[in-house]
């Protein structure tokens, strides 16, 4: 969806930015809301849903209805998602690989993990190949410490596994006019040709199971939801290369500390990435856009708005677990009972825990991975 207005919302899966109207994201993109009862089939097979299904940040898809029925009739599924390594991962990228983690284990299936160093060297005028590669294997340690393994992940590099994605890649894009790509993602005549002919190899992850095991399953991919026009071309192909079409489920943004738009690497400064420091943390959450208002008074006398505070967004999508803390949170926050550097300090204490962990996981990870088979 391109638009030229300045403050108008636009997601595509290289800008997302303005007020994000989800509902319209639904109706425009064509996807469908995930409804109470696909929740309850869900809960079937999982148990307690996750909280990134219970506060409704994922929220939409294309065939999860169809992946459960083909479940029920005994055909699993494979789970595919990504990473276009243009920079270190920030928390917002951990939001759907967290959810893959918890579908992977509830589900017990084979995870699929592109990591588009090609795609980023392609589409951003000023990196160099060599820096791409290396943010992807800076990234590997990221999604190694979120606890995936080897067994069951399968991370491809393109540019280091090209020769196992090229003939599907060719096949997708045979099936792949110019002006579908050209409808889909707005090219333009001074639009590099390597990015024109990228997306035909983000659909492959979607079909590569079979090619590696026989077996011709489905893919489901958790992503947020910018990712959705690159499966609308691969759904199109899917059935005339004999594949399914891959499902989705699709998630909010984590908004960036300032205002509008999701947490975007090219904004350091109202990023959190995997590997700040605890002090740059504290700083980054304290300059924080909030939901509080001008003066102390006005807070306790008004209350403050969490709906549009990005303190609280934070809390919602990982760091306060706990459904029943989080509604006290906003009624004393709505209440003016809670002033905004109260929420300030809890957060970044959370944070900082939880990156201290991370960050140990992500040393450790460093002598994994060829365990993954990644060639660096
Ligand atoms: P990339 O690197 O832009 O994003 C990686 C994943 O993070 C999601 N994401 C977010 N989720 C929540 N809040 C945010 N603020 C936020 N920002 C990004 C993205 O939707 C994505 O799931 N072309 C892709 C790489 C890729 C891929 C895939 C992604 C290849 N195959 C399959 C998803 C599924 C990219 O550049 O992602």
Request: aromatic share 10%.
């Amino acid at each position: 969806m391109v638009d030229e207005e300045k403050d108008e919302m636009i997601v595509t899966p290289w800008e997302v930015r303005g007020e994000i109207d989800y509902a319209r994201l639904i109706r425009e993109f064509g996807t469908e809301p995930i409804t109470e009862s696909l929740l309850e089939r869900i809960a079937k097979h999982t148990g307690e849903l996750h909280l990134q299904l219970r506060r409704r940040l994922f929220f939409s898809h294309r065939d999860l209805d169809i992946i459960l029925d083909l479940l029920d009739k005994g055909t699993k599924f494979v789970l595919y998602t990504g990473r276009g390594p243009s920079g270190p991962v920030h928390i917002g990228h951990l939001v759907p690989w967290i959810f893959t983690k918890y579908l992977q284990d509830k589900f017990d299936t084979r995870l699929y993990f592109q990591m588009t160093d090609d795609e980023k060297f392609v589409v951003e005028d000023k990196l160099r190949l060599e820096e791409t590669k290396n943010f992807g294997y800076e990234n590997a340690l990221d999604l190694i410490a979120l606890g995936f393994e080897p067994e069951d992940t399968f991370m491809i590099f393109d540019v280091d596994d090209i020769d196992l994605l090229y003939d599907i890649a060719l096949k997708v894009a045979k099936r792949t006019t110019y002006s579908t790509a050209k409808a889909t993602f707005g090219f333009r005549d001074s639009t590099n040709i390597g990015w024109i002919f990228w997306p035909a190899i983000q659909a492959v992850p979607c079909f590569i199971h079979e090619k590696l095991t026989g077996e011709n399953v489905p893919a489901l991919i958790p992503a947020a939801i910018d990712q959705d026009p690159y499966w609308r071309i691969t759904r199109d192909v899917a059935p005339k290369l004999g594949y399914y079409k891959p499902a989705q489920i699709h998630c909010r943004f984590l908004p960036g500390l300032g205002t509008g738009g999701k947490m975007s690497a090219s904004e350091p400064e109202t990023s959190i990435y995997t590997t700040d420091s605890p002090d740059a943390v504290k700083k980054k959450i304290w300059n924080a856009y909030t939901g509080g208002k001008a003066t102390v008074n006005e807070q306790e006398k008004l209350g403050g708005d969490p709906n549009i505070c990005t303190i609280f967004q934070y809390l919602l999508y990982l760091f306060e677990q706990n459904d029943e803390e989080l509604v006290e949170r906003e009624r004393s926050c709505k209440a003016g009972e809670t002033l905004c550097g109260h929420c300030k300090d809890e957060l970044t204490e959370k944070v900082n825990k939880f990156l201290a962990e991370h960050q140990k996981k992500r040393e450790k990870a460093r002598s994994r991975l060829a365990d993954f088979h990644i060639k660096r």
